[in-house]
Every structure is written in structure tokens, then in C-alpha cells.
């Protein structure tokens, strides 16, 4: 079955950079769009940013700029670069792969933005 699994969180202080990595088994990457969701304590998850199995992007206007999202088909893998990380940026974060009616997700990554 097809599992992801996130890496990468971790606590920094404002202004800070951290760099999640997300990595699919189970199936053929290349197929799937990937994802970087997160949730923040007592919101909804929302999407951060996204890359389709073409390569197209698009991210929430929070993060623009700021964040970059990429793919290694070679590797099985998608990352998110984050700089300029604010305190607003704490949330876990989580990885998802989809493609037709199927969808999958990670299991999560905390991100903590503090001093």
C-alpha cells in the first residue's frame, strides 16, 4: 500500500529556515500530485502548497515567496522549503499524495516557530 512518510520539523526561531521532506512508497511516484497541508492548533487544515505530476505549482498566498515546494521523481520524494518562517507558520505539517479518486496522506511533522 502506498505509505509517506514526512521528515524535517523541528523548532526554529522566527527568520528562521527548516526544510520538510516528504517520501512515498508502495507505488509510482511520478503519477501522483503532492501536497503540503497543515494544522494549526484549534483551525482547519489548509493547503500550503502544491506541485502536480507535471511539475505545475501553486501555493497559499500566505506562504508566496517565502516557501518553495519541489519534487525528485528519482528519489520518491517532495520538499518545502520554508524561509522567513514566522510564528504563524506552527502548525503540523502534513504530506499528500493524490491522483484520480485515490488519496493519501502522511502522518505529520511539527513545525514550531518560536524564540
Known amino acids: 500500500q502506498v505509505q509517506l512518510v514526512e521528515s524535517g520539523g523541528g523548532l526554529v526561531q522566527p527568520g528562521g529556515s527548516l526544510r520538510l521532506s516528504c517520501a512515498l512508497s508502495?507505488?509510482?511516484?511520478?503519477?501522483?500530485?503532492m501536497g503540503w497541508y497543515r494544522q494549526a492548533p484549534g483551525k482547519q487544515r489548509e493547503l500550503v502548497a502544491r506541485?502536480?505530476?507535471?511539475?505545475?505549482?501553486n501555493y497559499a498566498d500566505s506562504v508566496k515567496g517565502r516557501f518553495t515546494i519541489s519534487r525528485d521523481n528519482a528519489k520518491n520524494t517532495v520538499y518545502l522549503q520554508m524561509n522567513s518562517l514566522k510564528p504563524e507558520d506552527t502548525a503540523v505539517y502534513y504530506c499528500?499524495?493524490?491522483?484520480?479518486?485515490?488519496?493519501?496522506w502522511g502522518q505529520g511533522t511539527q513545525v514550531t516557530v518560536s524564540s
Open positions: 506541485i502536480k505530476n507535471g511539475g505545475s505549482t
Open positions: 499528500k499524495a493524490d491522483v484520480g479518486y485515490n488519496e493519501y
Open positions: 508502495g507505488s509510482i511516484f511520478s503519477i501522483y500530485h
